[in-house]
């Protein structure tokens, strides 16, 4: 099993940044695959980005050169910066890991990210 949890969501003002951190603990050796998720309300959950064991990474075109997805494998922690906030990135935002050695895809419970116009 894989627990995981986000935090740095928070209410901030169109133009400021925020980074959301999602930090896995149990049987992290199964995963090969962070990605962040977001919902917002009415809306179908989509993808964010994702950052692979390998280094490798990807980005919703919504957020490109605007978000920086980077990981501490040391600290089994993945990080979401978000800069240049719009209202459009209002959501919750949701960290997931999963691996193909990995029983299941996890989720965390999600961070509420508010940006006001």
């Known amino acids: 099993q894989v627990q995981l949890v986000e935090s740095g969501g928070g209410l901030v ?3 400021g940044s925020l980074r959301l951190s999602c930090a896995a603990s149990g049987d992290t050796i199964c995963i090969s695959r962070t990605g962040w998720y977001r919902q917002a309300p ?6 964010v980005a994702v950052s692979t ?13 605007r ?7 040391a ?3 993945v990080y979401l910066q978000m800069n240049i906030l719009k ?5 919750v935002y949701y960290c997931n890991a999963e691996g193909n ?5 996890y989720w965390g419970r999600g961070t509420q990210v508010t940006v006001s116009s």
Do not use: H, M
Request: charged share 30%.
């Open 13 to 15: 003002q169109a133009g």
């Open 42 to 47: 009415g809306k179908e959950r989509e993808l």
């Open 53 to 65: 064991r390998g280094g490798s990474t990807y980005y919703v075109d919504s957020v490109k050169g």
């Open 67 to 73: 978000f920086t997805i980077s990981r501490d494998n």
């Open 75 to 77: 600290k089994n922690t």
């Open 87 to 91: 209202p459009e990135d209002t959501a």
């Open 101 to 105: 050695t990995c029983s299941t895809s």
